[in-house]
């Protein structure tokens, strides 16, 4: 388990947006299947597992942009979807890289195609 970073917003923006949204990938999307929905406060809430929750309301606007930056590169690799409802859908490659031994690699390949 990682623990959540004592810099909050600093080490969100400072993070790796690639490797996170990789990361954030398999830790929404684990053990659901391809077609099925999953809610968008899954991937919150691993957000605010890793780097801590915000405390006011610019920190809580900056971890709301930068996960609407992780689902954009999510819909840009095919791995996920905003389904009109709400939650997100697991679509075909996103079950590719959820098998995948490296899904930091796999999601560079599917960016690339």
């Keep these: 388990m990682t623990e959540p970073s004592a810099g909050g917003v600093e080490a969100l923006l400072s993070a790796a947006i690639r490797p996170l949204a990789a990361s954030t990938f398999v830790a929404t999307f684990t053990g659901v299947g391809l077609g099925r929905e999953r809610g968008r406060n ?4 691993e957000i605010y597992r890793r780097f801590g929750k915000p405390r006011n309301s610019d920190a ?3 971890y709301q942009a930068v996960i609407v930056q992780i689902v954009l590169i999510w819909e840009q690799a095919l791995l996920a979807a905003r389904s009109s409802h709400g939650p997100l859908l697991l679509l075909p ?3 590719r890289v959820l ?3 490296d899904p930091l690699g796999e999601l560079h390949t599917l960016l690339r195609v």
């Design 99 to 101: 098998a995948a031994t």
């Design 93 to 95: 490659d996103g079950v």
């Design 42 to 45: 899954v991937l919150d809430k």
């Design 60 to 62: 809580h606007h900056t």
